[in-house]
T-cell receptor
Framework: GAGVSQSPSNKVTEKGKDVELRCDPI?????LYWYRQSLGQGLEFLIY????????KSGLPSDRFSAERTGGSVSTLTIQRTQQEDSAVYLC????????????FGPGTRLLVL | DAKTTQPTSMDCAEGRAANLPCNHS???????VYWYRQIHSQGPQYIIH???NNETNEMASLIITEDRKSSTLILPHATLRDTAVYYC????????????FGAGTRLTVKP
């Protein structure tokens, strides 16, 4: 079946602009995660959605970052008033609740803030 | 989740087996060992996971020591396309919290 998809694959924006990144998880997966990865660095957890529970936002670096998940499926990560340090690859992953918790990752969105 | 220790980098000749070690001496009884890899400019790719028994799938084999304090990922016949950063992660069973990726091992497969 289809894997996790993300769009756009690349995004170039100007400092101060808002951006929206989209994630389509694997069908039937109830858990969805956002991470970001700066150049040459490891993955940094941002936010986690599990079913209808309140999301775990503990990894969001500032209040400029927010995410929502509509209908328990598609998720959008929004970055307001982008800064140059927001430049990174933003990765989405999903997993099936009740399983071993294996996460399957999308290809990522490469964000460049000029 | 328990911490893992992996070598920073390894080389392997094409066609040979690549054996990637991971130490997880503080692993708890309810923690799985997961392996992922990340090929340049791509998202992490799930490889295999296990609890205490050795596991094998179409990609790799996972050997876990009897005391579960270390494990080895084996790519039986490495190809150039296996060049990637390999991450060993330990995580509580059925825990749907975030994956904690460390620095991983950069495997370079050479012709």
């Amino acid at each position: 079946g289809a894997g996790v998809s993300q769009s756009p694959s690349n995004k170039v924006t100007e400092k101060g602009k808002d951006v929206e990144l989209r994630c389509d998880p694997i069908s039937g997966h109830t858990a969805l995660y956002w991470y970001r990865q700066s150049l040459g660095q490891g993955l940094e957890f941002l936010i986690y959605f599990q079913g209808n529970s309140a999301p775990d936002k503990s990894g969001l670096p500032s209040d400029r970052f927010s995410a929502e998940r509509t209908g328990g499926s598609v998720s959008t990560l929004t970055i307001q008033r982008t800064q140059q340090e927001d430049s990174a690859v933003y990765l989405c992953a999903s997993s099936y609740q009740g399983g071993s918790g294996t996460q399957y990752f999308g290809p990522g969105t490469r964000l460049l803030v000029l | 989740d328990a911490k893992t220790t992996q070598p920073t980098s390894m080389d392997c000749a094409e066609g040979r087996a690549a054996n990637l070690p991971c130490n997880h001496s503080t692993i708890s009884g309810n923690e799985y060992v997961y392996w992922y890899r990340q090929i340049h400019s791509q998202g992490p790719q799930y490889i295999i996971h296990g609890l205490k028994n050795n596991e094998t799938n179409e990609m790799a084999s996972l050997i876990i020591t009897e005391d579960r304090k270390s494990s080895t990922l084996i790519l039986p016949h490495a190809t150039l396309r296996d060049t990637a950063v390999y991450y060993c992660i330990v995580r509580v069973v059925y825990n749907n919290n975030d994956m904690r990726f460390g620095a991983g091992t950069r495997l370079t497969v050479k012709p």
